[in-house]
């Protein structure tokens, strides 16, 4: 039987999304998790301030992703403004300036379909607040090879979009309320 153990999370987000990814994070325990990849869609030069703002409030280090650095377990990285990340095959970052999808850059769709290949039954992909639709078609293809999907419910996002689009996109995803997202993620990480 092949080892389901889940090697990566990842977050993605929008407007409001500091205030969510902070409430999720904040109540994983660093040494107990896999790698964690966050997305939030950022101007060019405001991931530095935002990874120093989500550090403070969850007391995770976070790390900018860097091209061609390898994702370590335990370590929660942050999707650098103006780039697209994927990951490559070999399980490190790459970074793009190909033009924006879903007019942005860094896109959760990019990221979403680059490691749906790569970590199939591996990953718990989480879809937060949002104002666009970006994200939807890359969950539907983490699902749709065996990833674990977690969309956060309508009703407790700043913004809707994001997790309607998702919802529509993936119907048979989990979709709960934000304060029960870590606690979901937990269940999956020991099940």
């Known amino acids: 039987?092949?080892?389901?153990?889940?090697?990566?999370?990842?977050?993605?987000?929008?407007?409001?999304?500091?205030?969510?990814?902070?409430?999720?994070?904040?109540?994983?325990?660093?040494?107990?998790?896999?790698?964690?990849?966050l997305l939030t869609h950022l101007s060019d030069d405001s991931g530095t301030t935002y990874a120093e703002v989500l550090a403070h409030k969850t007391g995770h280090a976070i790390t900018i992703a860097r091209d061609k650095s390898p994702i370590r377990p335990g370590h929660v990285y942050l999707a650098p403004g103006g780039y697209h990340l994927l990951i490559e095959d070999d399980?490190?970052?790459?970074?793009?300036?190909?033009?924006?999808?879903?007019?942005?850059?860094?896109?959760?769709?990019?990221?979403?379909?680059?490691?749906?290949?790569?970590?199939?039954?591996?990953?718990?992909?989480?879809?937060?607040?949002?104002?666009?639709?970006?994200?939807?078609a890359g969950l539907a293809s983490i699902y749709?090879?065996?990833?674990?999907?977690?969309?956060?419910?309508?009703?407790?996002?700043?913004?809707?979009?994001?997790?309607?689009?998702?919802?529509?996109?993936?119907?048979n995803c989990l979709v709960v309320s934000l304060d029960q997202i870590a606690e979901k993620i937990q269940d999956s990480l020991t099940h």
Do not use: W
């Open 91 to 136: 399980k490190t970052f790459a970074l793009s300036e190909d033009g924006k999808v879903h007019n942005v850059r860094p896109s959760a769709d990019v990221l979403f379909e680059s490691l749906a290949h790569i970590y199939r039954d591996k990953v718990i992909a989480v879809v937060l607040t949002g104002a666009n639709d970006d994200g939807a």
């Open 1 to 37: 039987m092949a080892d389901s153990r889940i090697e990566l999370i990842v977050m993605v987000s929008s407007f409001g999304g500091l205030d969510a990814s902070a409430t999720v994070l904040a109540h994983l325990q660093p040494r107990q998790i896999p790698a964690i990849i």
């Open 144 to 171: 749709n090879l065996g990833g674990r999907c977690i969309i956060q419910s309508p009703e407790t996002a700043v913004a809707r979009s994001m997790p309607l689009a998702a919802i529509k996109q993936c119907e």
